[in-house]
Structures are given as C-alpha cells and as structure tokens.
C-alpha cells in the first residue's frame, strides 16, 4: 500500500524531473499524490520524495515539507477491479450535496458540495436502505466514507485517451461557420463547438452549462504553463460582457504550442472565422486573455 499526500500551499507545488530538478509540471493546492517508493532524497536544501498524482498521473519529485499526508482507509494505489488498473473518479451531482455516511445507509461522517469529485476506494456497491451505495474518498479534503451512488456523475476522466479524443472531435469540426445565434447542426459558436466535442468524446458537460462563462463556472482554474491538450483557455471582453467575464472559449493544444481549436467570427492575423486553429499568442488574443481552465470531468 502506497503511501498518500495532499498538496498544501495555497500556490500548489512545481514537479520536476529529479531532485531539485528541471520543472516538468505543477499540481493545484489540494491534489492528492502517492509515493512511488523513490526517496526521500536531499538535494538543494530539501528533502524529495517521488510521486505520482491521482487523476493526472503526473510523475516526478517533489519537496516533502510541501506535502501532508493523509491517514485513513481507502487511500492507497491499488488498481480497482474493472478499470484498467485506474481508481474510478466520480463528480457530486446534487443541488444541495450529498451526505457522506461511516458504512451504507449509517451515520453520517460528513457531507460534499454539489461538483466535489470523489475517488472510489473499490467497496461497494452495496444495497442499503433503498440506495445502492458506494466507499469513496473525496479529493481536496480526503474525507472517505459511502455515498449513494444515484448522487454521482461518472465514472469520469480516467480515460487517458480521453484528451486525444477531444482534440479529434475538435478537430473533426474544423471549418464549420460561426453564427450567433448558432443553428447547432450547420453553424456554430465558441460554447457549443466545445460543449460537443467534449460530449463527442464521451465526456460532456453539465446539461445546464451552455455559455462561455458558465463552462468557466465548471472548471478548475489552472496556470497557463500546466494547461494540457483538452484542457480550456478563456477570453474577456470579445464583445461587451464585462472584464473578468468569460465571452469566449477555446480547446488548448498544450502549454507552449500557443494554438486552440474554436469558433470565432472574424478572420485576422490569428486565423480564419468558424472552426479553426487559432494562434492564441495573436495581439488580439493575447489582449483579451482570461485564464485557463480544467474540466472537472478531466480530473
């Protein structure tokens, strides 16, 4: 059984490719990690352990006063029966949360908001009180205990050709007019281009979810250089909605590639109109940046 941590600065933490090393990428406050056994290790004032991220499967070092570890049952690396060797990632899906119990149907040891992503432990499902229920941890927190499963979307992003998948289906649109409003067969516009590659690919959005903003509403907000291909980047003020409000979305090809697949209206030194290949470093662009983003349905 692997050894489990939490990411704790509010920053998050840099990942590099050997102690003290080059920097290969970066984990978000929160994001739960296993030590793969290499370390600890002293190098350039810290001590390093190697780890490998849930969700991402990100791998590399890492200084341990970063981390926290986390105690409890569930926790470990072990591969999960019918699934490829990936624990089940599940996303809350209530208004109002659900209630996380000791054992199905039993006392309630705490409760998630309405988004929170679980990691199933591999227990259950077990029948109980009218609800087929389901031994999670929740990811950020680490509370484990049993959720009825009806409360859960998912499983989700443990695909790992999942991003391929978006980029094809992005992809597979390419020249499709831009109109607004959109007819959703012949034409299109940014938010809906993206809502169905990212149904295409077998990970949609919520059915709420329909404009730029409200997409932003539903990812995780990450710097520019982790962005990986699929994840999203943000644009204000393409037209009057406001600084700090997302009025465009697009596809990312990955940190340094510079490129996203969307739908816009005008041509111009980035791209032609429709569905396209758009150069983000543009003055245009770069003049509108908002932030990237993570789908939650990616982990």
């Not at 920097?23 to 490998?52: N, S, Y």
């Not at 309405?114 to 227990?123: L, P």
Request: hydrophobic fraction near 35%; proline fraction near 8%.
């Amino acid at each position: 059984m692997s050894t489990v941590y939490r990411v704790e600065p509010d920053i998050g933490v840099n990942v590099r490719a050997e102690p003290g090393g080059v920097r290969v990428g970066g984990l978000p406050k929160g994001t739960l990690v296993e030590a793969t056994g290499g370390g600890p290790t002293d190098a350039g004032g810290h001590t390093w352990l190697e780890i490998r991220a849930q969700g991402s499967g990100l791998v590399g070092w890492v200084a341990r006063e970063l981390l926290a570890e986390v105690h409890g049952e569930g926790v470990s690396g072990e591969a999960q029966p019918g699934n490829g060797g990936q624990r089940q990632r599940y996303r809350v899906a209530s208004d109002i949360g659900v209630n996380v119990r000791a054992e199905p149907d039993g006392t309630r040891v705490g409760g998630l908001p309405d988004g929170a992503i679980v990691v199933a432990t591999g227990e259950g499902p077990t029948d109980a009180g009218g609800h087929t229920w389901l031994r999670v941890q929740a990811e950020g927190s680490g509370l484990v205990g049993w959720v009825a499963r009806e409360f859960l979307d998912g499983p989700i992003g443990n695909d790992p050709g999942v991003r391929d998948r978006i980029l094809a289906e992005a992809a597979a649109r390419e020249g499709t007019p831009y109109q607004m409003p959109p007819d959703g067969v012949q034409t299109l516009d940014c938010s809906l281009f993206v809502l169905y590659a990212f149904r295409d690919a077998g990970v949609p959005f919520p059915p709420d979810v329909r404009t730029a903003q409200q997409i932003r509403t539903v990812c995780d907000p990450i710097a520019d250089g982790d962005t990986q291909p699929g994840d999203l980047v943000f644009f204000q003020n393409t037209y009057p909605a406001g600084p700090g409000v997302a009025s465009h979305v697009g596809i990312s090809l990955g940190a340094g590639i510079g490129q996203m697949w969307d739908c816009h209206a005008w041509p111009g030194d980035s791209g032609p109109p429709g569905v396209t290949k758009t150069n983000i470093r543009s003055d245009y662009w770069t003049g509108h940046w908002l932030e990237a983003g993570r789908p939650r349905q990616l982990g």
